[in-house]
């Protein structure tokens, strides 16, 4: 089993920043990759940035390449995604996920284990 919970998120103007973190812990030596979600009200959720735990490829929606960074610390078991420039449609609850076997990084359908969600809110 492997348990994570995400920290970070909070209200901020358009414009402003947030950091997300994620920390597993548990079973997490076979890791794969590990991914950001967010599901918007009346949305369904979708991808927004992955990273392979070996090598760090790294993977972007469309909407958030140039805005947010996902990176790893291996050492900590930990995900973090830097959002910037943030705007009043990235608001939505995210969520980390791992994926503890070979397997595509944008497809939530690839992942194991799921966090309980964080919300972020962007103001106009």
């Known amino acids: 089993q492997v348990q994570l919970v995400e920290s970070g998120g909070g209200l901020v103007q358009a414009g402003g920043s947030l950091r997300l973190s994620c920390a597993a812990s548990?079973?997490?030596?076979?890791?794969?990759?590990m991914g950001w979600f967010r599901q918007a009200p009346g949305k369904e959720r979708e991808f927004v940035a992955a990273i392979r735990w070996s090598g760090g490829s790294t993977y972007y929606v469309d909407s958030v390449k140039g805005r947010f960074t996902i990176s790893r610390d291996n050492a900590k078991n930990t995900v973090y995604l830097q959002m910037n420039s943030l705007k009043p449609e990235d608001t939505a609850v995210y969520y980390c996920a791992t994926m503890e076997r070979v397997g595509v990084p944008r497809s939530q359908y690839e992942y194991d284990y799921w966090g309980q969600g964080t919300q972020v809110t962007v103001s106009s």
């Open positions: 548990g079973r997490t030596f076979s890791r794969y990759a």
